[in-house]
């Protein structure tokens, strides 16, 4: 199983993301790699980013590090808007609105799905 998909939405104007798992450094380069192909096609202030973090769980002290770059890349993309999914998940979805307010990512909300 692919662990990232990437959809370019484009009659909905948006960018539909799945993330599962642990990346290896390969997946992380793949997964870069894709994310800027997605990104380049599109103008970005008019999309929507919306990633489904249904299955992500709470993050680790070690996890931080990599989701605050995630959402830094996300930022400096330039979205309209940038939906983290959640569901049912408290811990999570606190967790991910301190950090996307800690980087300034003032257009992202989580939401229960």
């Known amino acids: 199983m692919k662990k990232y998909e990437i959809q370019v939405q484009h009659e909905r104007k948006t960018?539909?993301?799945?993330?599962?798992?642990?990346?290896?450094?390969?997946?992380?380069?793949?997964?870069m790699r894709d994310y800027q192909n997605a990104v380049s096609s599109i103008k970005?202030?008019?999309y929507t980013l919306e990633i489904?973090?249904?299955n992500m769980d709470i993050l680790t002290q070690e996890m931080v590090p990599q989701m605050e770059a995630?959402?830094?890349m996300y930022k400096e993309?330039?979205?309209?808007?940038?939906?983290?999914?959640i569901r049912n998940?408290?811990?999570?979805?606190?967790?991910?609105h301190r950090?996307?307010?800690s980087i300034g990512l003032k257009n992202a909300k989580t939401v229960d799905v």
Do not use: P, W, Y
């Not at 993309?77 to 999914?85: A, D, I, K, W």
């Not at 998940?89 to 991910?96: F, G, M, R, W």
């Open 70 to 72: 995630s959402l830094n």
């Open 99 to 101: 950090l996307a307010r």
């Open 89 to 96: 998940n408290a811990v999570l979805k606190l967790q991910l």
């Open 15 to 31: 960018i539909d993301m799945v993330v599962r798992g642990s990346f290896s450094e390969q997946d992380v380069q793949n997964f």
């Open 44 to 46: 970005a202030e008019e």
């Open 52 to 54: 489904d973090c249904t």
């Open 77 to 85: 993309s330039g979205f309209h808007t940038v939906q983290l999914n």
